[in-house]
């Protein structure tokens, strides 16, 4: 009987000690318990959402150095603008570091936001002495209006506003070494 008394407190003792580990539970399930493995966890940031449709009339009207990829939903657009987008640049080495490019429903307010942009910056003449802001034509066009152009810097950075009438389009960028630069780009890109 002293043999079978040690060998019940050995069971009861190995009892609790499973007990105590959580391995024997009251009301056990039925099934045993699974383990979920995760997998695919991002690791960078999640995708944007896809651009709208109007969105996508501006990603058509990008100029060279700019992409759908390099640009997103504008965070703070006029407030009259059917759509906005902030882009930087993603290929070329003289395309202007950050563009605004957005669209609107109507002229006028196309032009009240020109001007609002413009009272934003410290104008200055456009290289060449031209006027600032002022008109500026398609090159292949001439006497073909192609909208206003304005320049001048924001926080010392060189920045370049203007609209394609025509589209309905206001764009802004800065960046860039100087207004030159950033006006020679325009030249080659922004007014086509």
């Not at 008394?5 to 039925?30: I, M």
């Not at 993603?90 to 429903?105: E, G």
Request: proline share 7%; with cysteine.
């Amino acid at each position: 009987m002293h043999a079978g008394l040690k060998s019940a407190s050995t069971v009861f003792a190995v009892l609790g000690v499973l007990a105590g580990t959580g391995v024997l539970t009251r009301g056990a399930p039925a099934s045993a318990p699974t383990s979920t493995l995760v997998t695919g966890i991002a690791t960078t940031e999640a995708a944007a959402e896809p651009f709208t449709p109007t969105e996508q009339q501006i990603v058509r009207l990008l100029p060279p150095g700019y992409s759908a990829g390099s640009c997103t939903r504008a965070t703070n657009p006029f407030p009259a603008a059917i759509a906005s987008l902030d882009c930087t640049d993603d290929r070329q080495s003289d395309t202007p570091d950050y563009a605004r490019f957005t669209l609107y429903d109507n002229v006028d307010s196309l032009t009240a936001d020109f001007y609002a942009t413009a009272e934003s910056m410290a104008v200055s003449p456009c290289p060449g002495g031209n006027a600032s802001p002022g008109n500026w034509t398609y090159g292949s066009s001439p006497g073909g209006a192609g909208g206003k152009i304005v320049c001048g810097s924001i926080e010392d950075r060189a920045d370049l506003a203007w609209t394609r009438d025509a589209q309905l389009l206001l764009a802004t960028v800065n960046g860039g070494g100087s207004l030159n630069d950033l006006y020679r780009w325009w030249l080659r890109y922004g007014g086509s």
